[in-house]
């Protein structure tokens, strides 16, 4: 009934959304998230609308228990400001920030695009954000009022620092999020922060990771491009092995434009930033794959873009993702999209004559 119900009314309300400029609904919509999910009776009817607790889609990954396996991505909420509220959404679980040491305005806008005929998003946000001795408060204060599920950190560099100044940068953030979080993901990937992709190379990122490996006691992640050459995404892989970390987030926006249905010129008048959404589908499976085939079994891997179904979310799953995570299809989508997903897949568990997702985590035939 609810998916039915969904199916007629969310249409509609997102076009009613986006009549609004995107960043005032996201405002909007962030406002009204933290003001009804601190009400008592509100978090409980909202959970047993939106959460699935289902014992088969609950899972132990680096340590950390997650209560289902689709997370909501870094970028929604920056500051930590409803880090209590996303589990009661549907979320198993949410990432926050991206966080850097320092506060920043981010990009002038515009910055946030939406492309409705390919169910996507480009943004140049560049990493807007109240810094991390914000973003720690907000994280603490929302441990006071109860977290229904794990919550990661995401860490970026300041954009006013320079490159030779990461490493400490990263190590401000990592020492003040990581007391705080369940685990902390590395961002080197955002194409919005000049020069920090470049950070993706094996000899940059080594030392920013082991920095944020000294400062936590919490798993490490680290988050990557899509658009990084193949034998880019084995060097950082083998390097995530070598350090220790947990695991590894794939992936980032891409600053391609290919295959897109919206014009090429109105594409092209929305300037440069990452683009999001049902578009990174085929490279963010493509990238889990290789990583899968490189270090499946050694690293969790979270697996991010383009996944709005059920079965683009087990085919991530048995491709080797032990988590998930939705950013531009919970807009397009809506948080029943979250209950429809984590039923498909509790159903997929079990008509696999499975007792858990886990078991499912990499079982599709590599070729």
């Known amino acids: 009934m609810l998916t039915r119900v969904n199916r007629v009314l969310y249409p509609v309300a997102l076009k009613a959304m986006f ?9 909007i919509i962030m406002a009204s998230i933290r003001t009804t999910t601190r009400l008592g009776i509100a978090r409980t009817l909202l959970a047993r609308l939106f959460t699935v607790p289902d014992p088969v889609l609950r899972q132990e990954v680096f340590g950390v228990t997650f209560p289902a396996p689709l ?18 959404l ?10 850097t040491g320092q506060a920043q305005p981010g990009n002038p806008p515009p910055r946030l695009f939406r492309l409705p005929a390919d169910r996507a998003l ?10 991390a001795v914000a973003a720690a408060d907000n ?3 929302a441990k006071g009022r109860g977290i229904p599920g794990p919550i990661g950190a995401n860490i970026g560099k300041t954009k006013v620092v ?8 990263y190590r401000i953030s990592a020492r003040l999020l990581g007391q705080h ?19 993706q190379a094996v000899d940059s990122l080594r030392p920013i990771l082991a920095a944020v490996l000294d400062e936590v006691t919490v798993p490490v992640l680290v988050k990557i491009a899509p658009d990084l050459a193949d034998a880019d995404i084995d060097a950082v892989a083998d390097l995530a092995v070598e350090l220790g970390l947990a695991g590894i987030v794939a992936t980032n926006t891409t600053i391609s434009r290919d295959g897109l249905t919206t014009p090429a010129d109105e594409v092209e008048a929305m300037g440069a930033g990452g683009l999001s959404g049902a578009p ?3 490279r963010s499976l493509e990238v889990l794959r290789r990583l899968y085939s490189r270090v499946g079994g050694k690293l969790a891997l979270i697996s991010v873009g383009g996944i709005e179904t059920p079965d683009q979310a087990w085919e991530r799953i048995c491709a080797g993702a032990d988590l998930l995570q939705t950013y531009t299809g919970f807009i397009y989508g809506g948080p029943v999209r979250l209950r429809e997903i984590h039923e498909g897949l509790a159903a997929r568990v079990r008509a696999a004559g499975l007792s858990n997702i886990s078991e499912a985590v990499g079982s599709a035939p590599r070729g």
């Open 19 to 27: 009549l609004l400029a995107p960043e005032r609904i996201h405002s």
């Open 71 to 88: 997370g909501l991505a870094a970028g929604f909420d920056k500051s930590a400001a409803a880090a209590d509220a996303w589990g009661l």
């Open 90 to 99: 549907g979320f198993g679980y949410a990432e926050v920030g991206t966080v």
């Open 122 to 131: 480009i943004n140049r946000m560049g990493f807007n954000n109240p810094g």
């Open 139 to 141: 994280l603490l204060a």
């Open 162 to 169: 320079p490159l030779d100044g990461a490493v400490e940068d």
């Open 181 to 199: 979080a369940d685990f902390v993901v590395v961002n080197v990937s955002s194409p919005n922060t000049p020069g920090l992709r470049d950070l």
């Open 280 to 282: 990174l589908a085929d």
